[in-house]
């Protein structure tokens, strides 16, 4: 068989352009010595919204740490595996660092599992369930769509808005961000360039996975909808931080949105937008036609 669609996505490759690349001199994913604004560990509202945000980042990384490492042993050739090591231990790793935000922000280990479950968003939940079902069934073909197209190529636009609200406010956790995009940049890639291959030569499988793909793309949409409509408005969020003296101008537009302004119907409808372009493009390579999730009963 030939592994062609492994070019730059072997073990070397990553060790290159990741540990030593973009990661060097890292700790825990920022600049060594930086810390989260003291504005944020003091203001309860700012503080309380950075937990919620994180907690959903830890609970969504350690799904797609059940899921790379279980796909391990579905892939079907030796390079697929090699590559799913190296996303196991990205996966891993941004467990860790979200996790240790966590910490910083002041939840301390004892209260960890019962900060994730309060806050856990219930559509992420069911989006994991689904997507682990899939993976202990060893099914290679469904398991790196759910994957590597729907959880990380949607939740990679979520990772570049956050990458730019926080540039200015929280270099921190931007630098964080900004390793996480770069590693599930090559996870999709990774993602888009196998499952094409395999559509063709089963294309029986093509309309089980396409249903597969709208239950998903429900609960993801459905998780970054309320990702808006809980905590303070982002427009509250932005007041507070203007009177605390932290300026954001300029920089903290994305998709043409300046995001300290924007309302959450606004902040929402331009994700929503962002997210469906693109992934509509996404299955388009791989074969596999978008197919618009339906709102459960
Ligand atoms: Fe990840
Ligand atoms: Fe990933």
Redesign the pocket.
Known sequence: MTTDFLKGYDIQYWLESCPQGYLMDTEYGHRPGEKEPELVAQDPVLREQAVRTTVQLVLGERC?LAASSGLINAAPDEASKRFLAT?TL??AR?VEVFTRRLHDLGVKASELEDTLTSFANPHLVRFAETLLEVVDRKDFVAGVVGQNLVL?GMAFHVFEMMFAANQQANPKFAHTLSGTIA??RR?VGFGENRIGGLIRQQPERKRDVERLQRDMSYHMLATFGAAFREGPRPDEVAERLRKAGVERSGQDSWQGVQLGEASPEELERVLGDTILKEFKLRLARVGLDYQTPLRPV
Do not use: L
Request: aromatic share 0%; charged share 55%.
């Open positions: 797609a996303q990205d996966e941004h990380e590693d599930e996870h």
